[in-house]
């Protein structure tokens, strides 16, 4: 694949506009995206992982890694020492990919936005990267994962800095006035991709449940 073809895929994903047209382009790269990833410089794995180790303890669990892909972010957390976690993604081709890795306990095919097939309060920290972007997931998409938290967990996201200014920050200040859950990290704006021109800054958050 050239660099044309990666900049394509990521110009597909961005403008999507449905769960079912992100879930085909993912389908389609899947077996590329980790290598086409490396070569972009891909951060958000790496600065979310610091962030979930800065705040939940070696080995606890079950985690959840929310759009995880092909399975970066799996690998790394096998690697540090949680090794109780959980794949989500609404691509087949992702999951596949992810599966192979073996760093999973379960995988499953579900949207966020949607319900997700979990009970209330199941997981101790959730880690989602890249997937809080243009054309992915929006506000639409952190109220079921606030629900299957637990109390006192962790929910460590990535949010395109666009989404923050938008919906993300107001959302937060009020459920922090609610006593729903705190911010108690924050990267600031950051860019995820600095090997791929014209990308947009993100952040890394990290909140936790009260
Ligand atoms: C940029 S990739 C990030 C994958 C992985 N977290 C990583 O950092 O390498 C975005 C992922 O989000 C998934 N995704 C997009 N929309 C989704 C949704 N509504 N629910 C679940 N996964 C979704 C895609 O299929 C894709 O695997």
Avoid: N
Avoid at 45 to 63: C, D, E, Q, T, Y
């Amino acid at each position: 694949m050239t660099s044309e073809d990666k900049t394509a895929r990521l110009g597909a994903v961005y403008q999507a506009e449905s769960v079912d047209d992100v879930a085909r382009v993912y389908d389609l790269w899947a077996e590329q995206y980790d290598g086409d990833m490396s070569l972009a410089g891909y951060r958000h794995p790496a600065i979310s992982l610091a962030m979930l180790a800065r705040h939940v303890p070696k080995g606890a669990g079950p985690l959840l890694d929310a759009g995880a892909g092909t399975g970066l972010i799996g690998e790394w957390l096998a690697i540090t020492g949680y090794c109780d976690v959980d794949a989500l993604d609404v691509s087949t081709g992702m999951l596949a990919v992810a599966e192979r890795k073996g760093v999973y306990k379960r995988l499953h095919k579900a949207a966020l936005g949607s319900t997700l097939p979990f009970s209330d309060h199941h997981f101790a920290a959730i880690i989602s990267a890249g997937v809080f972007t243009s054309g992915h997931v929006g506000i639409e998409g952190l109220d079921d994962l606030l629900r299957i938290c637990a109390s006192g967990g962790i929910l460590v996201l990535t949010v395109k800095d666009k989404l923050w200014q938008t919906s993300f920050s107001q959302r937060i200040s009020d459920l922090q006035a609610a006593d729903i859950c705190s911010l108690v990290d924050d990267t600031g704006p950051y860019v995820s991709m600095p090997g791929e021109k014209g990308t947009t800054p993100s952040r890394c958050i990290a909140l936790k449940l009260s």
